[in-house]
């Protein structure tokens, strides 16, 4: 994880000049979202991952602002964050883990896991996924909404964060999309809403930018026209 975390970063830094987006080698990408939130992500898959792996990268107007890795049932296998410059890695073992097949089959997941991290230490992850039998379709792709609880918890059983709101799946690609949640930790309460506006695959306009389109200098906007 680290190694493909330093290659990426040494690929992002000449990319974001250029406007493109470079992957590793052995990597494809098969699509690129623009969001509401001033965020760009690619996702992607690497030939020497398991089967049904693949990876996301997402870059702001700073660079690249997340990295991850889900497997076939989107659970986190592991994650970089280069804000705080920590790692995050699933445990083998988990009290429940996260299933989108049952999500999918039933409408409702439930999961308790643990990552572990040599910067942060170990963090529970408890929550539950629910479809609320709403679809919308966003740039010609239609998926399917939920709703969402999630607790961050330390080994002591107390509370980091926890967040609730309204997200995405995509059955066909396997994966969450984000959507609107409120974020509550001991020192603030904020929102978020990184909603999908673009999908943009090989060979479109836009394929793999490091620009991310929308929500950009938004305060800043709103500021100027006063």
């Not at 909404?145 to 002591?156: G, H, S, V, W, Y």
């Amino acid at each position: 994880m680290i190694r493909l975390a330093i290659a990426l970063v040494t690929l992002a830094v000449p990319a974001v000049a250029e406007g493109t987006f470079s992957l590793p080698a052995n990597c494809t990408a098969y699509l690129t979202i623009q969001m509401r939130n001033c965020t760009v992500s690619h996702h992607f898959t690497c030939a020497d991952d398991p089967q049904g792996h693949q990876r996301r990268v997402d870059l702001d107007e700073a660079g690249m602002a997340y990295m991850g890795e889900i497997d076939s049932e989107t659970q986190w296998i592991s994650s970089f964050h280069p804000a705080t410059g920590h790692s995050e890695t699933l445990e083998s073992r988990s009290a429940n883990p996260a299933s989108l097949t049952e999500l999918i089959n039933t409408g409702v997941n439930d999961y308790d896991f643990q990552t572990q991290s040599g910067e942060i230490g170990t963090t529970r992850y408890v929550g539950t996924d629910r479809l609320t039998g709403k679809t919308v379709t966003i740039d010609g792709v239609t998926l399917q909404q939920t709703e969402f609880t999630i607790r961050a918890l330390n080994p002591d059983g107390s509370e980091q964060w926890r967040s609730a709101g309204n997200e995405f799946i995509s059955a066909e690609w396997r994966m969450f999309l984000s959507g609107t949640s409120t974020v509550v930790n001991s020192d603030d309460t904020f929102t978020t809403d990184g909603t999908p506006m673009e999908f943009i695959m090989p060979g479109e306009p836009g394929f793999l930018s490091s620009s991310p389109k929308f929500g950009c200098n938004v305060v800043l906007s709103s500021w100027e026209g006063q």
